[in-house]
């Protein structure tokens, strides 16, 4: 081991398929390993992500079935490698590591990251809220840094929730525009028939408001007779969508080819990527789908949207939770932007997003 280096360990419930799990992998390829020692610490050593680590990663099972019973494995296994900072994702995740602080050796700087707006979390996705806010006003505050996603975030949790703005720090996710560019260039194009194709992507679950770009979907075939929505991703809502897709009159329409290990090949060679959110972070899947040039209809809903917009003003964002909204959007960005001279002008500065610039934040950080 080089002298000097800084051990840091990324502590997650799983490396299974996601955004924050996307984020960890990435850093954890990128960290300077002349100033870092990455470690990998998982509650079960399991997901599509575990297979993009670089072989000099310590990857740590803790071999856990649930979080709730993970804190001695925790501390156990900070205790062994005795790492100079944890960083943490995901609320359940990082209120373990948390608690965990007062068993932890002298030193070592507690980072958690939080991965969509809380006060949208509490108001949409739990049950007992107040129980809730009381644990980010009273707990949160005992890490030794906050990391939030967007500008939009820090305002969330500075006023909702009285978070002191110096532990707070704003680090946009990566995008590895690169890697993401030459992937998608490979593979051969995944569509068949005329189209107008959409794709969407990301995990199954409510928040991402896959249902309501099912119900969108009528009034653009209405337009588009052969358009075709591609949703990748999986999660635990995947049969009740096909259900939904299905009642509609969509099963031949609307596709759901699950995780993929190269979805920019799907979103550079659709007409349209669609983010029909609730709330969000910060999309890793939307920022990669504007790398690639692909128009972007989205919802503006709580999160970074707008942060994103300001950098691709030619991304449409319509009002959230409304299909009728989202299904105008798609039908006039569709007819305005099928032509490869359209597609052409789809063109975004991301610098702000570049992943050296992210890398670079994440390690003053450690």
Same mark, same amino acid.
């Given at each position: ?36 020692? +990455? ?5 079960? #050593? ?25 804190? +001695? $494995?925790?501390? *156990? ?14 609320? $359940? ?7 965990? *602080? ?28 107040? @129980? ?10 005992? =890490? ?7 500008? #939009? ?25 690169? *890697?993401?560019?030459?992937? #998608? ?33 009528? =009034?653009?075939? *209405?337009? @588009? ?50 983010? $029909? ?17 692909? +128009? ?35 039908? #006039? ?34």
């Amino acid at each position: 081991m080089s002298s000097g280096r800084r051990k840091v360990l990324f502590l997650a419930s799983s490396l299974a398929d996601g955004g924050a799990q996307r984020v960890f992998s990435i850093l954890l390829r990128h960290l300077d390993r002349s100033r870092f020692e +990455p470690h990998l610490g998982v509650l079960r #050593a399991e997901g599509a992500y575990l297979t993009d680590l670089p072989r000099d990663v310590g990857v740590h099972d803790m071999c856990v079935s649930r979080i709730r019973y993970s804190l +001695p $494995a925790i501390v *156990k296994l900070i205790q062994k490698l005795r790492p100079d900072a944890v960083m943490s994702t995901m609320l $359940a995740t990082n209120l373990a590591l948390i608690a965990s *602080k007062p068993f932890l050796p002298r030193g070592t700087r507690v980072l958690i990251r939080e991965a969509a707006s809380p006060s949208e979390i509490l108001l949409q996705e739990t049950t007992h809220p107040r @129980f809730w806010r009381w644990v980010y006003r009273h707990v949160y505050r005992h =890490a030794d840094r906050v990391i939030c996603l967007s500008e #939009a975030m820090v305002d969330d949790m500075v006023r909702q929730f009285n978070l002191p703005p110096e532990k707070i720090v704003r680090i946009y996710n990566p995008v590895d525009e690169e *890697k993401v560019r030459e992937l #998608a260039e490979s593979g051969g194009n995944p569509y068949s028939g005329p189209g107008p194709h959409l794709v969407s992507a990301g995990r199954l679950s409510r928040e991402k408001g896959f249902d309501l770009l099912i119900s969108a979907l009528p =009034a653009v075939l *209405k337009q @588009f007779p052969n358009v075709e929505l591609v949703i990748l991703g999986e999660g635990r809502l995947k049969n009740e969508l096909k259900e939904q897709a299905a009642r509609l009159g969509l099963t031949h329409s609307v596709h759901f080819p699950g995780f993929q290990q190269n979805p920019w090949r799907y979103f550079r060679l659709a007409d349209l990527f669609v983010l $029909a959110s609730r709330h969000e972070g910060m999309p890793n899947a939307l920022l990669e789908a504007l790398a690639v040039g692909t +128009p972007v209809v989205a919802a503006d809903c709580p999160g970074g949207m707008r942060e994103i917009q300001s950098c691709a003003p030619q991304m449409v964002l319509v009002a959230p939770e409304d299909p009728r909204a989202l299904a105008e959007a798609i039908i #006039a960005t569709c007819a305005r932007t099928r032509t490869s001279e359209n597609r052409q002008h789809a063109q975004s500065d991301l610098s702000k997003f570049n992943l050296r610039q992210v890398v670079s934040e994440y390690s003053a950080l450690f």
